[in-house]
C-alpha cells in the first residue's frame, strides 16, 4: 500500500512562488508514475502535471500561474514548482500515484492520493 503525504502548500501573495511536495512511502518510487491535481470549492478535480514513473515524460499544464514544473527525486519524492501564481490558482492541491506507465490526466488513472495540501493566494 503505498502512502502519499503532501507538503509545501501556504499562503501566498499574487505572483509568488511555491514547491509542492508529495513524498511516497510503501511501495518502490521507481516504479511509480507521479500526478499532481487541484480541486477549487464547487469544482471538479483537474489534472496539473504528471512525471512517468522513468522521468522520460512529463507535463505541466499552462492553467497554472505563468510556469513551472514537475521534477522527482531517485529517493522518493515528487516536487511542483509554480510560479507567477494568481488568486484562481488557489486550491487544495492532490499528489496521486499510479503504477508504472506514464502519467494519466484523469483522476481514474491513479491508484493512490493524498490528503491534500491548501493553496491560497491572495490579491
Known amino acids: 500500500q503505498v502512502q502519499l503525504v503532501e507538503s509545501g502548500g501556504g499562503l501566498v501573495q499574487t505572483g509568488g512562488s511555491l514547491r509542492l511536495s508529495c513524498a511516497a512511502s510503501?511501495?518502490?518510487?521507481?516504479?511509480?508514475?507521479m500526478g499532481w491535481f487541484r480541486q477549487a470549492p464547487g469544482r471538479e478535480r483537474e489534472f496539473v502535471a504528471g512525471?512517468?514513473?522513468?522521468?522520460?515524460?512529463s507535463y505541466y499544464t499552462d492553467s497554472v500561474g505563468g510556469g513551472g514544473g514537475i521534477s522527482r527525486d531517485n529517493k522518493n519524492t515528487v516536487y511542483l514548482q509554480m510560479d507567477s501564481l494568481k488568486p484562481e490558482d488557489t486550491a487544495v492541491y492532490y499528489c496521486?500515484?499510479?503504477?508504472?506507465?506514464?502519467?494519466?490526466?484523469?483522476?481514474?488513472?491513479?491508484?493512490?492520493w493524498g490528503q491534500g495540501t491548501q493553496v491560497t493566494v491572495s490579491s
Open positions: 496521486a500515484a499510479a503504477l508504472y506507465g506514464s502519467y494519466s490526466v484523469s483522476v481514474s488513472g491513479y491508484t493512490y
Open positions: 510503501g511501495g518502490t518510487f521507481s516504479g511509480l508514475s
Open positions: 512525471i512517468s514513473w522513468s522521468s522520460t515524460r
